[in-house]
């Protein structure tokens, strides 16, 4: 898995130890030295409603409320909304259910690119009169083509030189409704020789007859993103303007624009760090909203995806996901994370929290001769050995159990310490069991019932508590056991990097048709009171969380991570 790529992160990098301040900290804590903007720390996130927030967004979110934390400062949320096509208040009441499960709040500085339209409007009359923006009567196809490539200049617009009053009067005409979209928009006049082809005149406002989800019917013209985003954290106060590296080369242009409109010393300072890539993820947007849509997942929140409401509803924890963003650290180059470095921040911090359960997903029936038929005992079990505060439960055990159909072999090979004719094991929690006998279905040949009897001196206490027995299996009471819908969720792709894909191929060629199994199993009757404020280790097998969809007498429970990690040693094994 990315073995040999040396922007690569994996697992074993854990340990080795990182330097005291990464580079942006370096930057914040040389303009505080400076009294740079008086000493002041103040970041934003600035997403665009127009989709849910995934594991990437994650780490954006940790890294900027997590700096203005460190440095005693502020974090505004802003959504970025200046397209109403693509915009909807769903997306914006998810980012904030997303960011205050991450922990994080951003107090009373809840802000809107849409707050801002009016001056927006103003800075751009202002841009005109100055001669340095203009109304483009021609097509979005015709502007695409004369911008030219990175080796040959762009051609300039046959109404680059309009007046300044033709210019003020047609984007007036624009904002009052005149014009179709797409008529006409309103172009930065820079260079269309630049080497930037962002900075060959960039377009600046177009014509929407869309409804905006905050402003209604007030505008028919919006602001391009580039033309927003530097001027609505100037607006704000921004001291740091932490983006990702596809922002780089925007940089300039955001400067171009606050070039001419401030006239103080103050100014927003863009810092770009590597986006978060995940292997076997996909981080696109749009690819992710095309799996909702085409029907491969069951929504934003399907607990395969990398979003943060799937992550969420898969059982995942906000401090796994805080640790697994400081773990990796930030990066000034791209590189690739290993998706297992985010299952082993996962696994280390339910093993210190998840209440442990026995369930039984593939069960095989077990029948303790020498056990009373009409007898129940009630064994004592750890909720959570991590946790001495988490105290014990007591498991129902008699005559008939279930186990899991691989804890019993008929020809066992060498080193197989679990169940098989002759054979001894010590059952969690409970007693030494030897196995004498066993049936088959007479049609399938498959073993249908095991024989066994205990050693009623051999559980905790007893005179025999302390015989060594190398095999320890799992299992629950016949009679008592509760049933439960188990979903077995896996990783949603099959190859470490799903968006590279050859000409004529796509990404979802590379789904994994074995990303969702379902079976019932039966549990322990603990789990029947089983709720979403508790994680669960079902004890050799995996972490499980509760499902919304459960009804009452009938849980279900994800998969949200395996207790090791198998994929791994897959991966190596296919190399």
């Known amino acids: 898995m990315n073995d040999n790529n040396e922007n690569s992160i994996r697992e074993d990098s854990f340990n080795e130890p990182s330097a005291s301040l990464n580079f942006l900290e370096e930057i914040i804590e040389e303009d505080i030295k400076n009294g740079k903007n008086g000493g002041r720390v103040h970041t934003r996130f600035p997403p665009e409603p127009n989709g849910y927030l995934h594991i990437g967004h994650a780490k954006s979110i940790c890294l900027n409320f997590g700096l203005a934390q460190k440095y005693n400062g502020l974090t505004n949320l802003r959504f970025d909304d200046t397209n109403p096509t693509k915009e909807d208040e769903e997306y914006v009441d998810a980012i904030k259910e997303d960011i205050k499960w991450l922990g994080f709040s951003w107090d009373d500085r809840e802000y809107y690119a849409s707050d801002y339209f009016d001056q927006l409007y103003q800075w751009a009359e202002k841009l005109i009169l100055d001669g340095k923006a203009y109304v483009d009567d021609q097509s979005a196809e015709e502007i695409s083509r004369q911008r030219g490539t990175i080796t040959t200049p762009g051609i300039e617009s046959p109404y680059r030189n309009r007046s300044v009053e033709e210019n003020l009067g047609l984007f007036r005409r624009m904002r009052a409704g005149e014009f179709p979209d797409g008529y006409c928009v309103l172009r930065a006049k820079i260079n269309m020789s630049h080497p930037n082809m962002l900075m060959r005149d960039p377009i600046m406002y177009r014509i929407i007859h869309t409804a905006h989800h905050r402003t209604g019917d007030k505008w028919c013209i919006y602001p391009m993103y580039d033309y927003a985003h530097g001027q609505s954290d100037y607006i704000e106060g921004i001291t740091h303007s932490i983006c990702t590296l596809e922002f780089e ?3 300039p242009l955001y400067d171009w624009f606050l070039d001419q409109i401030v006239t103080t010393e103050y100014r927003p300072k863009q810092i770009e760090f590597a986006r978060l890539n995940l292997t076997y993820t996909i981080m696109s947007k749009r690819k992710l909203l095309q799996l909702v849509k085409d029907g491969y997942v069951k929504g934003w929140d399907d607990p395969r995806m990398p979003t943060i409401c799937g992550l969420r509803r898969r059982g995942y924890t906000p401090t796994s996901i805080r640790n697994f963003a400081e773990k990796i650290g930030v990066a000034r180059r791209d590189n690739v994370i290993d998706v297992s470095l985010l299952e082993f921040s996962l696994r280390e911090d339910l093993n210190k929290i998840a209440q442990r359960r026995l369930a039984v997903l593939n069960p095989l029936q077990l029948i303790i001769e020498n056990f009373p038929e009409d007898k129940t005992e009630f064994l004592p079990a750890a909720n959570n050995p991590e946790d001495t505060k988490a105290g014990i439960r007591k498991i129902p055990f008699s005559r008939q159990l279930w186990i899991e159909r691989d804890d019993f072999m008929i020809n066992p090979p060498k080193k197989y310490y679990r169940l098989y004719p002759g054979s001894e094991v010590r059952l969690k929690y409970g007693y030494i069991i030897k196995c004498h006998r066993y049936e088959t279905d007479p049609q399938t040949g498959e073993v249908k019932t095991i024989y066994c009897t205990y050693d009623p001196e051999s559980k905790t206490g007893g005179a025999t508590a302390n ?3 190398k095999g320890t299996i799992h299992w629950v009471s016949k009679k008592h056991a509760i049933q439960a819908e188990i979903r077995l969720y896996d990783r949603l792709f099959i190859k470490p990097d799903p968006e590279d894909v050859a000409e004529g191929e796509s990404f979802i060629n590379y789904l994994n048709p074995n990303s969702l199994k379902i079976i019932n199993a039966w549990c ?6 089983a709720t979403p404020a508790e ?26 991570v395996s207790l090791k990690d198998s994929w791994s040693k897959m991966s190596q094994n296919e190399e």
């Open 535 to 560: 994680h669960y280790q079902f004890e050799r097998i995996g972490y499980f969380y509760l499902d919304p969809d459960s009804r009452p007498g009938y849980p279900v429970f994800n998969r949200t």
């Open 524 to 529: 322990e009757p603990a789990l029947m009171e």
């Open 467 to 469: 015989r060594k027995i």
């Open 249 to 251: 080369i925007h940089r």
